[in-house]
């Protein structure tokens, strides 16, 4: 299964999300942002990093690169995109998400080892994981914090459509805790946090974060 | 090329203004080559540059004339102590001294030595300054310290793997540290983060004598194929000269060099910040960039822009290659039109590169840059003979020997004399001061020192930093060492410490850097890695201060004595003088970095405590020393007496123990003593992950706790006796003190520390004083409350 990365000018965790790609079983395919070129994926991940330097806001210029109008159009048709710390602030700049992600509320960047709960195991991304499972995933950002208004929040609850939620401390003043959003259709989602951190127990805090890309390996297999 | 300001030169210079435009009545007219020959007589501001005057003489006895106003400059900022080392030099050739060593593939001169880590691997690693910047623009200062030390490593041909900081400030509560530390670390994050560089460790102390004088020394380590090793020399007529990278702009003129802000006039050009500013993103750009330029191997040689900027890039370039290069200035991309050819020259505008290309690969370089977004300017060639020349709207401006500028600087012979106090100083024994009388007291002083600013939780600090990135970092802090894989098949990979006790030094700068080269040895022997090669930042006073030089050229001879002992390459490394306050000096600081090689990093040690029931064994033995100790410092405000006692034969044991303790995977964890003795050490291996532990301390408990004997280490495993046999085999006395488990830190017969108290104790400190109400909520290590696959 071939599951594309794509690499922005200013993208940093692209390596560490092929290597995600490639210890869950999967065959990663590097995308150039300057391309129109999907190369024939099955899935895309938008790796966390600084994409043109968080310039203008984080994940605006990146959104606006050549390869994400494909990544737009492939995802409308069903393409699963999961797109991590910049990857979601992408995303959400993209209109493939609602919310926005701002700076966080005590103005620092923040590392550290986060427990989320899962609230949804039905999205493509997340099939591995149990409803109400914690999960502990490297959260790292300046601009976390997810924010939108209440309205807004209630129908997106109302939806289903929070797959995360920080538990035992809010890293960065996110509005209800809200860790990782998804798409009406379930295929497409963003989350702060790193599982492309946590997939090795040499390297990461647990390797909980390989769920999310064996995950998408199941549904693009059995799609 | 050391980019620190604090080596510092005369004050600012009233002559900027007459910089392009020649001296006196010629001063509408470009001062050019020409123009300098026929006006001989005419008064330069050498002075207010920073030179002397026997310097000035001899510049002008090389060219055979006056030299322009441009040339001038270059001469000045190249030969201003940082850039020349001319106090230095002459201490520093004994590390070139030193035994050759196997490991060592490229030595001290480069822009970092080289080292070869096995597998056909070499690792070039770093630490450098940038102390001064860091105190006027504190987040600036810092973020372009970082990324000045990143591509030194660059230009070596590395992929840079990792960062370090090692961060000295005044008192914690003192209120200039709330406006310096909060931006420095917020520099040394926010460039390193973007750069995508993970920060594996570092130091935060803090002292009095720092309060004008903060340090903040960066260190990055690349990794490389051996084949990939490049060199800063231009060589082969005919090839191009690429300035590559950001556009040049005023900002860091003055900064290195001589020439500060208010040099300028009314009627002169706009004020431009002395400090650098950073943009770490174009970095980012240049590190992939000049990656793929790497493994076209379109480059014959390659130097970044630091300080002194082209002046320097050119010159050196030049000066190690065969010797001719012509600029042509006009060619260099500017972000601001008005500037003069001196301030081109001299600009220390970050983010750029400078290499040379064979004509028929410079398409494909500049190809490269296009697709990285880099900007890239054909800006001169290499040329025969031996003149570095430098045209500027069709005239010349310089034409010099750029050996004269680059390496053939002035060298001095300092004067020098031991401090009149040191006799005062180390006869103030530490031995001396009232000691805890009761368990209670004994309990307080365990807590006072645990939760000082220097011993306190540093991940307010930490957290900030990015340690995950590239998925490679097998420890970082609060780990003793940082291990970095360097190959994910063979799972090889390398481990660091940065050390650098200011106090030790103090009391006696040989034994001092010793007693860090010591301490860094052992936090990488401690991880369970081999030592390899050393770098150094030396961070002192005036050197026109004799008891300054003094306190420097002992711990130059004693960090040369104690690697030889230790069989240890110095690799390279950075020093930074004049770091005072008016009259008074710093501490002398030499931060020591040692690297290390892990065969394999899984069986790497990490520091905490993680199981109950197991053993716990202190290794080493432990003297009633006290002088320069944390507990004298934190409960008596006290420095005197003398350090620890070196024992670097007993260093050699211990390690020869630990690694041999990792390869059979007999150790769950090992902790080095250092800072605080064995208090601290307790206290953070049983905090990591929250397991305490049972404790019998035979003798007198307050020695065992507080004492700073070196040597030492602290380690739990499920086969004392197995670890008992092999510390035999080694030579290295092994002391039981106990069973991990519990919920305190319990020392039979005298106190019972609970946890909960001294995690509130050492986890509030930093908060409290540098952070929000969010900070002061304290965040336990998840760690045990998720199962792990």
Redesign the interface.
Known sequence: MRIGVITFPGSLDDVDAARAVRLAGGEPVVLWHGDHDLKDVDAVVLPGGFSYGDYLRAGAIAARSPLMQDVVDAAKRGLPVLGICNGFQVLCEAGLLPGALTRNSHLHFRNRDQVLVVERADTTWTTDFTVGQRILIPVKNGEGRYVGSDADLDRLEGEGRVVFRYADGNPNGSSRDIAGVASENGRVVGLMPHPEHAIEELTGPSTDGLGFFTSVLKAVVSA | MSEDGTAGQGSATAGLSELDTGPGRLRNRLDTVDLAASTPADEQPFAELGLKADEYARIKDILGRRPTTAELAMYSVMWSEHCSYKSSKVHLRQFGDLPPSEALLVGIGENAGVVDVGDGYAVTFKVESHNHPSYVEPYQGAATGVGGIVRDILTMGARPIAVMDSLRFGRADAPDTARVLPGVV?GV??YG????LPNIGGELLFDDCYAGNPLVNALCVGVMRHEDVRLAKAEGVGNKVILFGARTGGDGIGGVSVLASETFDAEGPAKRPAVQVG????E??LIEACLEIFAQDLVTGIQDLGGAGLSCATSELASAGTGGMHVDLDTVPLRDSTLTPAEILMSESQERMCAIVEPDKVEAFLAVCRK??VRAAVIGEVTDGDRLTVDWHGERIVDVPPRTVAHEGPVYERPMARPADLDALQADDAARLPRPGTPAELQAHWLAVVSSPDGADKTWV?????????????LAQPDDAGVV?ID?ES?RGISLSLDGNGRYARLDPYAGAQLNLAEAYRNVAVSGAKPLAVTNCLNFGSPENPEVMWQFAEAVRGLADGCRELGLPVTGGNVSLYNQTGDVAINPTPVIGVLGVHDD??TRIPTGWRTTGETVLLLGETRPEFGGSAWASVVHGHLGGKPPAVDLGAERALRNLLTALAGQGLVSSAHDLADGGLAQGLAESALRYGVGARLRLDGDAFTALFSESTARVVLTTSDPGGVKTTAAWAGVPVTELGTTGGEALAVEGLLELPLAELRAAWSATLPALF??P??S?P?T???G??P??
């Open positions: 917020a994050g926010g983060n973007c750069l995508g943009d770490p993103f174009t980012k750009l990285w977004d930490t957290e900030q930093y990015d340690r995950y990135v590239r998925g490679n970092t097998v894989r994910e799972n990093v899984r952070g929000g969010e900070h909520t965040f290590v998840p760690t409350a998720v792990t696959a």
